[in-house]
C-alpha cells in the first residue's frame, strides 16, 4: 500500500513486449523498430519477455507469462488485441507507442485498459524513460544520462529536442514522460507520481492543455510543494472575449488565468523554450527557491551593467556587499576593482580574485544568489578560472550561476562548469532571467501555503437572501442582474455601495434627487444594456431637479435611438461620490474554462479597457493573498500617498476583495461580474456602480450543498471543526490541519514513544524529515483528509507567567485510491493521552468526512504486533483479515 499507483508503470519489475517478432523486421512497424532498438541497447535488470500476438498459443500458455508492464508498438489492427493479452496476463499497466491512432480506436483501447485495471499510457506517444533503472520504453532516441530533473511533455517533437539538448549540456533525469492527446494516464496523474518519486528533485512540465482543472491544480500543488516545478505552455490565447458581458470578461484572457493558476499552486511558468532551457540548467543543479536579490561578479563593466539593467527590468534586486564584506573583500582585490553597486574585478582579475569575491559574496546575507560574469581578456586563462568556480561550488549553499562571453576561447571553459553542475549562459539576459525564475519560488511558495477558508473572520454574510436574490432573477430567465439587484447583493456580503434608488419617471427622478441631496448620478437601467456610457446612459454632476427633468428625458430618448430593442426600466437616481481625492479601482470576476472563477483587481472607471491593468487571484482568498492581488496591479503605486492625496484605506479595500471572494464560494451561479468603480480614499471604499451576470450551478454530487466544486482550489474546510469533551474531564478541538500545523505537528512525533512511532511510521525516526512534514502538512482537501485533535494547556512561560498554549495530541488521516471509490487511512494519538477516547473519535470523524465525500470504502494496514489499535479497529466495526504480501500487517476496513 505504500508504493504509489503508477509503480507498475514506470518502475516495474518485469515487462512483456508487444513489438512484432524479435528477429524479422519486416514484421514491425517503425516504432517497434526505434522500441527494439532502444531495449537492446538498454541496461534494464528485470525481466524482459517478447510476445507476438499472431503466435501467442493458448490462453493457459499465456497464463506462464507474468508482467507489470506491457509495451505495445504494433498495427493499429493489432494494438487493442495486444493490449488484451496484456490484461489476462495481468499487466497493471501498459504504454501503446504507436502512433496515428484515431480517437474512437483510442477509447476502445482506454476501456479495455479500464476493463482489465490497468493504467494506460499512450497511444500516439513517444513512452518514457527512466535512465536510473536502464529503461528506455520510448522512441525519442537514445536513453538520457542519469540525473535529478524530470520532464513532463505533451509534445514529442519538444522531448526528442530536449534529450538532444540535455545530451550536451551535461543534464540528465530521473524520468522523461512523454503524454499523446489521447492518453488514460494524464499530466495530473504522472505528476502525483513524480512529487513522490525520490530520484526525482525537480520537474520541467511542457503543456498544451489539461482536462480537469481541480485534478491538475491538485496534483500540481502537491508537486510544487516537494519539489520545484517549471511549466512552459503553448497556445498563449489572446486576451478579449467579444460576446463578454462584462469589462472583466472583455479584458481577462485564458492565459492570465493561467499564469494566476500557476503562481498558486507554487510552480514557475517560463515563456519560451529558451527560458525552458535555461530552467532545466538551474533545476539539475539542485537549486531550490531564494530571495530576488542577486549579486554580480564581472571583470568588464559593461556586461556587469547589462545584468544589472535585466535584473530591474524583471523586478529583481541587485544584491550588494555591505560595508564590512566591502572592507575584507578590497585589500585582496586588484587595485582597480570597484565593489561599488556591481562586485567589477577589472581587467586585471585572476582566478584567485573571482574565488575571493564569489566566497565574500556567499557569506553575504543581503545577497541571495550569485552571477558570475567571465569576458575574454589577454592573459587571463579563462579555464582556471572556471576550474577554480568548480572547486569552490561544494562549500557554497546559494544558486551559482556563470556567463562565459564569447565562442571560441571559452568552450574548455563551459565544459568544465557543466561537468561541476554549474549553469552557464552566453548572455548576462539570459542568466538573469534563469535566476529570475529560481526567485520566483521564493515567492510563489508562499502563495501556495495560503489555505483560505471559504468565509473570512468578518462579520458573516445573508448567504441565503443572496441565493433566494439570485433564483428569482434566474426564474424570469434572465441572467444579467440590473444596477440594484447587483448594488443588492454586494449589500448581502457587506459591501459598501453608493444609496441607489430607481425612477420610472421624470417627475419621480426629481423627488428622488431632491432627497437624496445634490448634486447626483443618472444611470440607465436596463438589463440589455453592458456598457451604460457607450450610449449615453450616464450622467454625472447633475445639480438640480430642472437639470434632473433634462437629463432624465435626453437619456431616454437618446438610449431608445442607439438601443431600441432594449428593456428599460427606468433610470438610477444616486448622489455623487463625495470623494475629491480618491481612486477608482475596479474589482471583477470572471469565469474561465477550465480553470473556474477568477477574481480580478485593477485600475478603474471609464477607460479601463484602454488602460488594461489587471492582477488576477484563484480564489478562495486570505488577507496576505488579497495584499498580493493589489501589489501585482498597477494601481497600486497611486494607493499610499500620491500627488498631495492621503495613502487609502488598505484595510477597507482587502475587506472588500475578502467578501467578493465570499460571494465566488458561497454562489456558484455567479459568472461575470464587474464593480466598476470602486472609489477608495483614505476614510475607506464605496462600490458606485456594478454589474453580475449569472447562470444555474451544477448539481452538487448526491445532492449536497457547499461542496465547491466549481472552485480550482478547494478552500479550507472549516466546517468540519468541532469541539468535544474529553474522558476524564476537560476539552479539544478536532479540525482539518493547515501548514501552519508544521511544528506543532513535528513536536507530537518527536514526543511519540520509539513503539508508537514505529507503530505510525514502521520506522525508527525520531521526527518527520521535512519535505514528509511539508506533505503532511499542507494538503489536498479534495483527494485527502487531515485531522488534528488540539488541546490547550496552561504553562509557565519564559518570564515565569502562565500562559495557554495548544498542542496537536492526535492525528487522523485518509488518502483516496486510484478507484476513487475509497480510502486508506492512518492513526496516531500522543502517549500521554491514550486511553481518553481520541483515537475513537478521530477515527469516526476522519470516516464522515470520507462518507461525506462519496467514498465507499476505508482501509488501513495495522502491526500484528500492534494488539491496542486491533481492538480500537474492531471496536469500531472494522473487518480484520491477514494482509496477503506481508504476513507482518492486518488489513483492516469498514464500509462507509
Known amino acids: 500500500m505504500d508504493k504509489h499507483y503508477l509503480t ?39 525481466i524482459l519477455t517478447f510476445v507476438d500476438v499472431h503466435t501467442t498459443g493458448t490462453l493457459a500458455d499465456l497464463a506462464q507469462t507474468r508482467a507489470d508492464l506491457a509495451i505495445i508498438a504494433l498495427p493499429h489492427d493489432d494494438v487493442a488485441a495486444a493490449l488484451e493479452i496484456a490484461g489476462r496476463i495481468k499487466c497493471r499497466a501498459a504504454v501503446v507507442i504507436s502512433s496515428g491512432i484515431n480517437a474512437t480506436l483510442a477509447a476502445e483501447l482506454n476501456r479495455v485498459a479500464r476493463r482489465h485495471g490497468m493504467y494506460l499510457l499512450g497511444p500516439n506517444c513517444l513512452g518514457f524513460q527512466r535512465p536510473r533503472a536502464g529503461l528506455n520504453a520510448s522512441v525519442a532516441g537514445k536513453l538520457a544520462a542519469p540525473g535529478p530533473l524530470a520532464l513532463v511533455s505533451q509534445s514529442g517533437a519538444l522531448t526528442s529536442s530536449i534529450l538532444d539538448w540535455a545530451t550536451q549540456n551535461a543534464v540528465g533525469f530521473s524520468t522523461v514522460v512523454s503524454l499523446g492527446p489521447n492518453t488514460s494516464v494524464d499530466i495530473a496523474q504522472v505528476l502525483d507520481f513524480l512529487a513522490s518519486d525520490p530520484q526525482t528533485h525537480s520537474i520541467v512540465v511542457y503543456l498544451e492543455g489539461i482536462s480537469s482543472a481541480r485534478r491538475f491544480m491538485s496534483a500540481l500543488r502537491a508537486a510544487a510543494n516537494a519539489k520545484p516545478v517549471v511549466v512552459l505552455k503553448a497556445g498563449r490565447k489572446k486576451a478579449g472575449n467579444q460576446a463578454a458581458k462584462t469589462h472583466s470578461g472583455a479584458i481577462v484572457g485564458s492565459d492570465d488565468v493561467f499564469d494566476a493558476a500557476l503562481r498558486r499552486a507554487g510552480a514557475v511558468r517560463v515563456r519560451s523554450f529558451v527560458a525552458l532551457f535555461s530552467a532545466a540548467k538551474c533545476l539539475a543543479s539542485r537549486y531550490r527557491p531564494v530571495g530576488k536579490r542577486l549579486a554580480i561578479v564581472t571583470n568588464g563593466g559593461g556586461p556587469g551593467v547589462l545584468a544589472a539593467d535585466w535584473i530591474s527590468e524583471i523586478n529583481l534586486q541587485l544584491g550588494q556587499l555591505q560595508p564590512e564584506g566591502v572592507a575584507a573583500l578590497k585589500p585582496v582585490l586588484p587595485p582597480l576593482a570597484s565593489l561599488c553597486d556591481l562586485i567589477d574585478l577589472s581587467e586585471e582579475a585572476a582566478p584567485e580574485h573571482y574565488r575571493a569575491a564569489v566566497e565574500a559574496a556567499s557569506k553575504e546575507s543581503q545577497i541571495d544568489g550569485v552571477l558570475v560574469i567571465h569576458s575574454p581578456k589577454a592573459g587571463c586563462d579563462a579555464s582556471a578560472v572556471a576550474q577554480a568556480l568548480s572547486d569552490f561550488k561544494p562549500r557554497m549553499s546559494k544558486p551559482l550561476l556563470t556567463c562565459w562571453m564569447g565562442d ?31 526567485a520566483s519560488f521564493y515567492q510563489n511558495q508562499q502563495l501556495l501555503q495560503q489555505t483560505p477558508p471559504p468565509l473570512s473572520a468578518l462579520a458573516a454574510p445573508d448567504i441565503e437572501g443572496a441565493r433566494l436574490l439570485i433564483e428569482s432573477v434566474l426564474a424570469e430567465r434572465r441572467n444579467v442582474l440590473t444596477e440594484m439587484e447587483s448594488k443588492a447583493l454586494l449589500s448581502a456580503f457587506h459591501i459598501p455601495v453608493t444609496k441607489t434608488i430607481l425612477a420610472r419617471s421624470a417627475n419621480e427622478a426629481m423627488m428622488i434627487a431632491t432627497q437624496l441631496g445634490f448634486p447626483v448620478a443618472l444611470k440607465i437601467d436596463s438589463p440589455d444594456i453592458s456598457h451604460k ?34 428593456r428599460i426600466n427606468g433610470v438610477t437616481i444616486q448622489n455623487m461620490a463625495r470623494h475629491r481625492r480618491g481612486r477608482e ?5 470572471v469565469t474561465d474554462d477550465p480553470f473556474g472563477p477568477v477574481i480580478a483587481f485593477g485600475a478603474g472607471g471609464t477607460m479601463i479597457e484602454l488602460l488594461n491593468d489587471r492582477a488576477m487571484e484563484l480564489p478562495p482568498l486570505n488577507q496576505f493573498l488579497a495584499r498580493r492581488l493589489i501589489d501585482r496591479a498597477r494601481v497600486s ?6 500627488r498631495g492625496a492621503s495613502a487609502v484605506d488598505m484595510d477597507a479595500l482587502e475587506h472588500v476583495l475578502l467578501r467578493v471572494s465570499e460571494m465566488v464560494c458561497e454562489l ?82 518527536r514526543s511519540l514513544s520509539s513503539e508508537s512511532r514505529y507503530f505510525r511510521f514502521v520506522s525508527s525516526m525520531h521526527e518527520l524529515p521535512p519535505s514528509m512534514l511539508s506533505r503532511f502538512t499542507l494538503i489536498d482537501y479534495d483527494r ?4 488534528v485533535a488540539v488541546y490547550k494547556e496552561r504553562k509557565a512561560g519564559d518570564d515565569g507567567e502562565m500562559v495557554e498554549t495548544e498542542r496537536i495530541v492526535g492525528v487522523s488521516r485518509y488518502i483516496t485510491n486510484p478507484d476513487s471509490a475509497s480510502c486508506e ?23 464522515d468526512v470520507a462518507r461525506e465525500k462519496g467514498l465507499a470504502e476505508i482501509e488501513g494496514l495495522v502491526l500484528t504486533n500492534n494488539p491496542g489499535m486491533l481492538k480500537l479497529m474492531k471496536s469500531l466495526g472494522f473487518s480484520v483479515k491477514a494482509f496477503p504480501e506481508d504476513p507482518d500487517f492486518r488489513l483492516v476496513t469498514h464500509s462507509l
Open 585 to 589: 479601482i475596479y474589482i471583477g470576476l
Open 408 to 438: 571560441a576561447s571559452v568552450g574548455e571553459s563551459r565544459a568544465i562548469l557543466n561537468n561541476a553542475m554549474i549553469p552557464t549562459f552566453r548572455t548576462p539576459e539570459a542568466a538573469v532571467g534563469a535566476f529570475g525564475n529560481i
Open 668 to 749: 456558484p451561479q455567479l459568472r461575470e461580474m464587474d464593480i466598476n468603480p470602486i472609489i477608495v480614499d483614505e476614510s475607506g471604499a464605496v462600490a458606485v456602480d456594478a454589474r453580475i451576470v449569472i447562470d444555474n450551478a451544477q448539481q452538487a454530487h448526491g445532492g449536497r450543498t457547499r461542496n465547491y466544486n466549481h472552485l480550482a482550489i478547494l478552500p479550507y474546510p472549516a466546517r468540519h471543526e468541532q469541539v468535544w469533551p474529553m474522558r476524564g474531564g476537560g476539552q479539544y478541538t478536532v479540525r482539518p490541519i493547515h501548514p501552519d500545523d508544521a511544528e506543532m505537528l513535528q513536536t507530537l512525533v
Open 825 to 847: 487511512f492512518s492513526l496516531v494519538v500522543a502517549d500521554d493521552f491514550g486511553g481518553k477516547g481520541l483515537g475513537s473519535r478521530l477515527m469516526l470523524s476522519i470516516m
Open 8 to 46: 507498475p508503470l514506470f518502475s516495474p519489475e518485469s515487462i512483456a513486449v508487444f513489438a512484432g517478432k524479435w528477429d524479422e523486421p519486416d514484421t514491425q512497424t517503425s516504432q517497434a523498430q526505434a522500441l527494439l532498438t532502444s531495449l537492446r541497447a538498454q541496461r534494464f535488470s528485470g
Open 784 to 787: 485527502e483528509m487531515a485531522l
Open 533 to 566: 456610457s457607450d450610449v449615453n446612459g450616464v450622467a454625472l454632476n447633475v445639480m438640480n431637479a430642472v437639470g434632473v427633468r433634462d437629463t432624465w428625458n435626453d437619456m431616454m430618448q437618446a438610449v431608445k435611438r442607439q438601443q431600441p430593442n432594449a
Open 637 to 642: 503605486e497611486t494607493l499610499g500617498e500620491w
